[in-house]
């Protein structure tokens, strides 16, 4: 069974950084595109970052872009979320989501993890 | 690429027929997979490639639909089908969803 676990969500304040992981466990992690997909109290989903399998490629939406760095350990099975320059635009549940092979499909979701930025 | 689904909100009874369209702003051939998310769930991936039905999804759920418009349809709403529900395009990055449409019981 697929399980991914996000991780390190908070209350930081602007300007401040983050870092969110996620646990994956299941399936073959390194054969598999990741992405980090959020939503906004009371809106709907933004997908802001993907990375290929193997890491070599990474994607932004032009929200996060120089803001948000995504990479993964493939020997840790684990996901990660660099978040700097953090605004009240960046308030958020972030989802870990597993693609349907190297595709952006998204077929695997964690729960979730909130990020609150606020002073 | 912009997303744009239609309506933002609908309401329906059990059993009604339900329609949902996605509009983007250029050709993103067939890469579009639709999304249906309860309150405080993650969402759950019900299409991909425009008609192709995800393992496990009920088939009263259908997709359709290429380059810049595409449906989703719902065969005789069931209870457990209250629910906002997204489309997603993945022709290019950023991958970017539509808004959103709530379907409602009337």
């Known amino acids: 069974e697929v399980q991914l676990l996000e991780s390190g969500g908070s209350l930081v304040q602007p300007g401040g950084s983050l870092r969110l992981s996620c646990a994956a466990s299941g399936f073959i992690f390194r054969n598999y595109a990741m992405s980090w997909v959020r939503q906004a109290p009371g809106k709907g989903l933004e997908w802001v970052a993907g990375?290929?399998?193997?890491?070599?490629?990474?994607f932004y939406a032009d929200s996060v872009q120089g803001r948000l760095t995504i990479s993964r350990d493939n020997s840790k099975n684990t996901l990660f979320l660099q978040m700097s320059s953090l605004s009240a635009e960046d308030t958020a549940v972030y989802y870990c989501?597993?693609?349907?092979?190297?595709?952006?499909?998204?077929?695997?979701w964690g729960q979730g993890t909130p990020v609150t930025v606020s002073s | 690429i912009q997303m744009t689904q239609s309506p933002s909100t609908l309401s329906a009874s059990v059993g009604d027929r339900v329609t949902i369209t996605c509009r983007a702003s250029?050709?993103?051939?067939?890469?579009l997979a639709w999304y249906q998310q309860k309150p405080g769930k993650a969402p759950k991936v019900l299409i991909y490639k425009a008609s192709s039905l995800e393992s496990g999804v009920p088939s009263r759920f259908s997709g359709s639909g290429s380059g810049t418009e595409f449906t989703l349809t719902i065969s005789g709403l069931q209870p457990d089908d209250f629910a906002t529900y997204y489309c997603?395009?993945?022709?290019?990055?950023?991958?970017?969803f539509g808004q959103g449409t709530k379907v409602e019981i009337k």
């Open positions: 997603q395009q993945y022709n290019d990055y950023p991958s970017t």
């Open positions: 990375i290929s399998g193997s890491g070599a490629g990474t």
């Open positions: 250029q050709s993103i051939n067939n890469w």
């Open positions: 989501a597993k693609g349907k092979g190297q595709q952006v499909v998204l077929d695997s």
